[in-house]
């Protein structure tokens, strides 16, 4: 399995939908996950922590499953500003040189339509 | 408000030269990371430093080298640049993971075009 496996899209939605994007992990050990948004031409910007609880930001709700070492991000009532690719994020380990990385996943390209 | 600064945002240069990219993170941030991003291949990681004077290498080094006398910059050094060197590079820095957050910034990026 690969480390961080998104899916590849991309997706095109009308406005107003819910969209989920999914990601799958490779490392049991991992312990924080993120979601973050790259709009084209630009660098990643966090869009949302992942906690094991799961955890909501208005239109946004992020889940983790680490039986399954899944996590996903559901966007309801899209806007057209939603458009953007969005990377999914893991880092390694607790301790150790792993500690400070992060893995991105190759990114999900989402386009809102009018 | 954190910013990460990166010396250029596009850079053309000859196969064969010197290239440096610098980087600038005002946080007080003790990790600090170099990226590449291609198209199809996501992010990957070429160095990262946790602390002044040290340097780990990531999951593509070759070709690169690294150089952190200051805590605030992280340098990224092509030797010899070759065309495969053609790239988006992205500075990101954070803080280490007992502070609470593993949340990276990012600089803008810089295109660089190996001719």
């Known amino acids: 399995r690969k480390e961080v496996e998104q899916d590849p899209g991309p997706f095109n939605v009308p406005e107003g939908a819910t969209v989920a994007f999914n990601c799958t992990y490779s490392n049991s050990a991992s312990q924080s996950f993120f979601w973050y948004r790259q709009d084209c031409r630009k660098e990643p910007k966090l869009l949302m922590s992942?906690?094991?609880s799961g955890n909501e930001d208005g239109r946004f709700t992020a889940q983790l499953n680490r039986a399954s070492q899944y996590i996903s991000l559901l966007i309801r009532d899209s806007k057209l500003s939603d458009s953007a690719t969005y990377l999914c994020v893991v880092t390694g380990a607790r301790g150790g040189g792993s500690n400070y990385k992060l893995t991105f996943g190759k990114g999900t390209l989402l386009t809102v339509n009018p | 408000d954190v910013k990460v600064t990166q010396s250029s945002r596009y850079l053309v240069k000859r196969t064969g030269e010197k290239v440096f990219l610098e980087c600038v993170q005002d946080?007080?941030?003790?990790?600090m990371f170099w990226y590449r991003q291609d198209p199809g291949l996501g992010l990957r990681l070429i160095y990262f430093s946790y602390d002044v004077k040290m340097k780990e290498k990531g999951d593509i080094p070759e070709g690169y080298s690294v150089s952190r006398e200051k805590k605030e910059r992280f340098s990224l050094i092509l030797e010899s640049a070759s065309t495969n060197q053609t790239s988006m590079y992205l500075c990101a820095s954070n803080a280490p993971w007992d502070r609470g957050t593993d949340t990276q910034y990012f600089g803008p990026g810089t295109r660089l075009t190996v001719l």
């Open positions: 946080m007080d941030h003790e990790n």
């Open positions: 992942v906690y094991s």
